[in-house]
Structures are given as C-alpha cells and as structure tokens.
C-alpha cells in the first residue's frame, strides 16, 4: 500500500489540486448562476473564503499551466539546435509529446471551467462578481499567450 502511494504521489497531489479547483469554481458558478437580484444587491454575497480561495486556486492553475508549457517549448527548441534543426521554430506535436498527463489534463481542466467562468461572466453581466469578471479576462489572457505560442510553433516550410 505505501509503495502504490510512493509511485503515485504526484498525481495524488495533482488530483486533489484540481478537484478544489473544480470544487471552489462550481460553487462560486452556482453561486453566482443560480443568483436572483433581490433589492439593492447588485451581485452576489460571497464569502472571503471563497473569494480568496478561488483567486487563488485560479491564478496558481493558470501560473502552472502556462510555466508548464513555457519550459517545454524552451527545452524543445534547445534540443533542436544542439541537435543542428535549420529554424528555431517548433512542432506543437514535440511539445506535446513532452507535457505529462498531469500538465495536459490540468491545461483542459483550466480551460474548461474557465469557458464555463467566461460563459456566465458574458450572460450574467453586471449580475456576475468581480471574482468572476477577474477570472474571465484572466482566461482570455492565458489563451491570448497560449495561441501566440501555438501560432508562433508553427511550421510553414518542411
């Protein structure tokens, strides 16, 4: 039992990482979706705890992914001019050769309730909170960075 523990402790720590991910911003999404304007209130009530806890959750899984990626482009493109490669672009299929499962399933796992966070900031406008707002052009950023990485990959010769 501590051997299973011992070899899977990485994808332990990253499970339990992304499942409060998931956690704190499906209930922020509830929170915030099924919220009814009542009187004076703008937005939504939601605790500090929570706030806090799903800023940070969101800023550290948006940090990881796009280091992730990041070191993986600069390892491919130095393996490719020691290796003597002509241009010092890369395949987007090296790299992602290279990204663990732990960084891919993280990288769809952020996109994902990211699109849902955008979705229901887009829909429920000045009903939605500034967590959600903050989280939401957070997102278009990190894609923003991502797709000129992807564009910038490319190939266009052999």
């Excluded at 409060?20 to 099924?34: E, P």
């Excluded at 130095?78 to 050769?97: I, K």
């Excluded at 909170?129 to 989280?135: C, Q, V």
């Amino acid at each position: 039992m501590t051997e299973f523990f011992r070899r899977r402790i990485f994808d332990i720590i990253a499970g339990v990482f992304l499942a409060l991910f998931v956690l704190v911003w499906t209930t922020v999404l509830v929170r915030v979706g099924t919220w009814v304007p009542t009187g004076t209130a703008e937005a939504p009530e939601l605790n500090g705890a929570l706030v806090t806890a799903a800023g940070v959750l969101a800023t550290s899984l948006s940090s990881l992914t796009a280091s992730a990626l990041g070191f993986t482009i600069s390892e491919v493109k130095r393996d490719n001019a020691d290796a003597g490669a002509p241009s010092p672009l890369v395949s987007p299929a090296d790299v992602a050769t290279r990204l663990s499962g732990r960084v891919i399933f993280a990288i769809m796992v952020y996109m994902t309730m990211g699109m849902l966070v955008l979705v229901l900031w887009l829909f429920k406008g000045q009903a939605s909170t500034d967590l959600i707002g903050a989280f939401a052009l957070s997102l278009l950023g990190w894609l923003v960075g991502a797709a000129g990485v992807v564009f910038q990959t490319e190939r266009t010769g052999p």
